[in-house]
């Protein structure tokens, strides 16, 4: 297909969400302002016919890529994409002499969260592609499991997994320099080409034409590569699909609470997260009978699992099944606990749809680890606050295409060709950002925009085909 063809399908499926973020939203705020009954009433209807249609729409776009003759070529651009850099990510960590190799060392104790350590490690892993360096990944005494990270999943290398060498420097060091000591994204300095939201610029033209969001893609396959599981814990994996009754269609939901909620994330009612697994599948009875509605339901508070089992009889609310017997905060930096999180993140990353709040790394992680099974998984997702990013990412930029002149207070002027940071989708048909052109800061209805890719000249491994 066409890349402007792939472009405008995905456009008009998110801006019908857009659309209906807009109306809906819009009602609701004329009905706080009316008593009148009939109108109220009148209103009420327009919301319902209104979801109707926009579920309609969704299906329709859907439909479309069904039956367009271009499934067969994503699956296998998906694959053939794949393949490639998960050849080059060998190539990488298996150079032929270790003792003489250009190394990058990168220690996973970061002082935070499983979600956290692990886009750590995937941070390290593309300035080590960036630069052409094996990654050493340093994770004895780990918090998670003390015997360290190749207990649980893979080595990353075969041939080299030592961080010694001749000279030993801690970034910025000599590119000379053998081993390179490298901090945590926040203390980066000085920064480099390679980090998020950049992807490589050799595979951006084919990695634009097939998925709706590359930089999630790009640390998908990073995670497919460091997430290869030992025999033992794909085995756990494996036992726990098969004890839970793990079947399909089946909805991820993550709610995110204890230590997260006031701090760093508002609190979200568990009716919220249910609202949207509604609305999933409604629009998937469009397309198929659904005889169970069915949820995976992963959280940090044990409570919010048995509130969901007695509040939504009419679904199968799937669990892990020793949450009830984990003191999730208590435990929540220990073995005990590592598989909890490991099964809970696999589990969501399966679903067809996920339901989730993007402020937690663990509903991002899940988010991205979903794109390994889908040629483009990037809309099939709700969040209930953040729009994606990645912690310590450069800025976001969106390009405007179509121009906006303010209406109402807070909102700003565009002219098409401006480029906007953006800070967050309100979901309401406006996102808010700044204007780099006017440097102002404001409202912009979220349609009149759309997602500048940022791409890095990363190393483009050539070598492996001569
Ligand atoms: P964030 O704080 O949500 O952004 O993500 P982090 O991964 O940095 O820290 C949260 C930690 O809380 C996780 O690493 C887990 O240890 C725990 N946690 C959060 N949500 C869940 C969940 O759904 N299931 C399990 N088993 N643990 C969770």
């Known amino acids: 297909p066409n890349i402007e063809y792939e472009l405008l399908r995905r456009r008009i499926y998110s801006n019908t969400n857009e659309f209906w973020y807009y109306v809906r939203s819009s009602l609701k705020d004329i009905q706080k302002k009316i008593d009148n009954p009939e109108i109220l009433e009148n209103i ?80 390290c892993f593309m300035v080590a592609y960036g630069t052409k360096r094996t990654l050493i990944l340093k994770s004895k005494g780990w918090r998670y499991h003390k015997g360290g990270w190749e207990e649980i999943f893979k080595p990353i290398s075969d041939t080299c997994t030592t961080p010694e060498g001749e000279s030993v420097a801690t970034w910025p060091a000599h590119s000379e320099t053998q081993v390179i000591n490298l901090p945590i994204i926040d203390s980066l300095s000085p920064r480099l080409p390679f980090l998020p939201l950049a992807i490589p610029e050799d595979l951006a033209p084919r990695l634009t034409r097939l998925h709706g969001d590359p930089i999630v893609w790009w640390v998908g396959q990073i995670l497919k590569y460091l997430l290869r599981p030992q025999e033992k814990t794909a085995d756990l994996i494996q036992d726990v699909i098969n004890k839970l009754g793990y079947k399909r269609p089946i909805v991820g939901v993550h709610i995110r609470r204890t230590d997260k909620v006031g701090t760093e994330a508002a609190f979200h009612k568990l009716e919220e997260y249910m609202i949207e697994v509604d609305e999933f599948y409604k629009q998937l009875e469009l397309k198929q009978k659904v005889d169970v509605r069915r949820i995976y339901l992963a959280s940090d508070d044990p409570k919010v699992l048995q509130e969901a089992k007695t509040k939504y009889p009419e679904y199968e609310v799937i669990c892990d099944p020793k949450i009830s017997k984990t003191a999730a905060v208590s435990t929540r930096y220990s073995d005990t606990s590592l598989f909890g999180i490991i099964y809970d993140i696999h589990m969501l990353a399966l679903s067809d749809f996920l339901v989730c709040t993007f402020s937690s790394q663990v509903c991002r992680i899940a988010y991205e680890v979903m794109q390994n099974y889908y040629p483009d998984a990037s809309s099939r997702y709700k969040s209930l606050d953040d729009i994606y990013y990645y912690g310590g990412q450069n800025p976001h930029n969106m390009v ?67």
């Open 44 to 123: 009420e209807q327009v919301l319902s016919l209104g979801a109707e249609h926009k579920r309609s729409l969704l299906h329709d776009i859907n439909h479309l890529a069904e039956v367009d003759g271009y499934e067969e070529w994503r699956k296998k651009e998906s694959n053939d994409l794949s393949n490639l850099v998960q050849k080059r990510f060998k190539f990488l960590q298996n150079p032929q002499d270790c003792t003489i190799a250009k190394k990058l060392v990168c220690s996973l104790n970061k002082g935070c969260g499983y979600g956290c350590q692990l886009h750590h490690a995937v941070y």
């Open 400 to 466: 405007a295409v179509l121009p906006h002149e303010p209406k109402k207070i807070g909102e700003m002027q565009i002219k098409v060709g401006d480029l906007l940071g953006v800070a967050g989708n309100h979901w309401n048909g406006f996102s808010k950002g700044r204007n780099l052109r006017t440097n102002q800061n404001g409202l912009y209805p979220t349609f009149k925009v759309k997602d500048k890719i940022e791409t890095a000249k990363f190393p483009t491994y050539s070598e492996i085909y001569v």
